[in-house]
């Protein structure tokens, strides 16, 4: 079944600078979802990009996918600690199917 | 209560006993979908349900668990004679449903899921 696949596994950075997470999956879509996942707690959806689409912005998040290559990634620009928490792909197979996940730690 | 409403927050049980899960959906939304996850991974899909219908179970281990979401309350969960591997978080999720020709999936809602913990 399809299924995105984060990389890195694990993201360390400065407040201010920028995070980028990359997805890839193996087969075609329709669409593609980010969320984010706080220590204990649900995950929060943060956007959906479409098959037609290949590129997305929701404030500091920008969105890119790549159906050629099968890939897509996310950016938080001028990242800030609240920023830390797990960021998760996923793409549809009549249910969303979860990577594993970038952890993201943004240090004051 | 705007959100997903899961309950109990954690629960602990001896090996062997049974394990109830209840999920409530958001207001308006009738897919149910329940995940679960180890520490430090993502989560695996289990089951995802209609009102009165299991629409794929597909992520469901055979023996032992089983799930509902009946006309009138919430969704369960059900997890029998517990072993310690099923220690875990268990999240519901709810949706409305896709919409167009293409299946679009709509974006999930979270509960803050339950903690299972098998002594």
């Known amino acids: 079944s399809q299924q995105g696949e984060e990389d890195p596994q694990a993201l360390s950075i400065q407040e201010g600078e920028n995070a980028t997470m990359n997805c890839s999956y193996k087969?075609?879509?329709?669409?593609l979802q980010w969320y984010r996942q706080n220590s204990g707690r649900g995950l929060v959806h943060l956007i959906l990009i479409r098959s037609n689409e290949r590129e997305k912005h929701s404030g500091r998040l920008r969105v890119t996918l790549d159906t050629s290559k099968k890939s897509s990634s996310l950016l938080i620009t001028a990242s800030r600690a609240a920023d830390t928490a797990s960021y998760f792909c996923?793409?549809?197979?009549?249910?969303?199917?979860f990577g594993a996940g970038t952890r993201l730690a943004v240090h004051p | 209560n705007a959100g997903v409403m899961q309950n109990p927050r954690h629960l602990v049980r001896r090996r062997g006993q049974e394990a109830r899960l209840r999920c409530s959906p958001m207001?308006?939304?009738?897919?149910v979908y329940w995940y679960r996850q180890l520490p430090e991974e993502g989560l695996k899909f289990m089951v995802y349900?209609?009102?009165?219908?299991?629409?794929?179970e597909s992520g469901m281990p055979k023996e032992r668990f089983s799930a509902e979401f009946p006309k009138e309350g919430p969704s369960i969960l059900r997890i029998q004679q517990v072993v310690r591997g099923d220690s875990a978080a268990y999240f519901c999720?709810?949706?409305?449903?896709?919409?167009?020709?293409?299946?679009?999936?709509?974006?999930?809602?979270f509960g803050n899921g339950t903690r299972l913990t098998v002594t």
């Open positions: 999720a709810s949706s409305r449903p896709g919409t167009g020709a293409t299946w679009v999936t709509s974006p999930l809602h």
């Open positions: 349900l209609q009102k009165e219908n299991i629409i794929d």
């Open positions: 996923a793409t549809e197979d009549n249910k969303l199917i």
């Open positions: 087969t075609s879509i329709n669409n």
């Open positions: 207001k308006g939304h009738s897919h």
